[in-house]
């Protein structure tokens, strides 16, 4: 007897689970990186509005930044920033958790703008720039494939 459907049960099986599984190693069900926020940078919120002057404090992690300050940033994996275009800004690397890291700030080509520093294990390291469709994004050169980065947005 002929099926009217060419689709088994095993088949449906298999693709179901074939699809559950690209979703969970895409990150799609606990934000990628196991906290289950959804956005697999680590934090809940962002971008994060830093008014102009303002200097943006982090610290170096193995593979990532953290959040130093000001507070809305403060214990943020690779805080995303909204910052005016137009405006200076000073991002400093205050505080080194291991490993020998700098610090640039990238345009959408992965070419610098603004620095980058000297590869060191001694924070101190600061850049100044002024934020314009030329800066995409704040970036340790020798971890950026990893993913020690934070995007920067414009208002």
Same mark, same amino acid.
């Given at each position: 007897?002929?099926?009217?459907?060419?689709?088994? *049960? *095993? &088949? %449906?099986?298999?693709?179901?689970?074939?699809?559950? &599984?690209?979703?969970?190693?895409?990150?799609?069900? =606990? #934000? #990628?990186? !196991?906290?289950?926020?959804?956005? !697999?940078? !680590?934090? @809940? +919120?962002?971008?994060? &509005?830093?008014? $102009?002057?303002?200097?943006?404090?982090?610290? $170096?992690? %193995?593979? =990532?930044?953290?959040?130093?300050?000001? @507070?809305?940033? +403060?214990?943020?994996?690779?805080?995303?920033?909204?910052?005016?275009?137009?405006?200076?800004?000073?991002?400093?690397?205050?505080?080194?958790?291991?490993?020998?890291?700098?610090?640039?700030?990238?345009?959408?080509?992965? $070419? %610098?703008?603004?620095?980058?520093?000297?590869?060191? $294990?001694?924070?101190?390291? =600061?850049? +100044?720039?002024? %934020?314009? @469709?030329?800066?995409?994004?704040?970036?340790? +050169?020798?971890?950026?494939?990893?993913?020690? &980065?934070?995007?920067?947005?414009?208002?």
């Amino acid at each position: 007897m002929a099926r009217d459907n060419p689709v088994s *049960r *095993r &088949t %449906a099986l298999k693709v179901t689970g074939a699809a559950a &599984t690209t979703a969970l190693l895409a990150g799609c069900s =606990s #934000g #990628g990186n !196991g906290n289950g926020n959804g956005n !697999g940078n !680590g934090d @809940s +919120e962002g971008p994060f &509005t830093i008014e $102009s002057g303002t200097t943006i404090e982090l610290k $170096s992690l %193995a593979q =990532s930044w953290e959040g130093v300050a000001p @507070s809305q940033i +403060e214990g943020v994996e690779n805080p995303d920033l909204s910052l005016t275009e137009g405006e200076t800004y000073t991002i400093e690397w205050v505080e080194n958790e291991t490993g020998t890291h700098n610090l640039a700030v990238y345009d959408d080509s992965e $070419s %610098a703008v603004a620095g980058p520093t000297e590869e060191t $294990s001694e924070a101190g390291a =600061s850049v +100044e720039f002024e %934020a314009s @469709s030329d800066t995409v994004e704040y970036v340790c +050169e020798p971890h950026y494939s990893v993913g020690m &980065t934070g995007n920067i947005e414009l208002e």
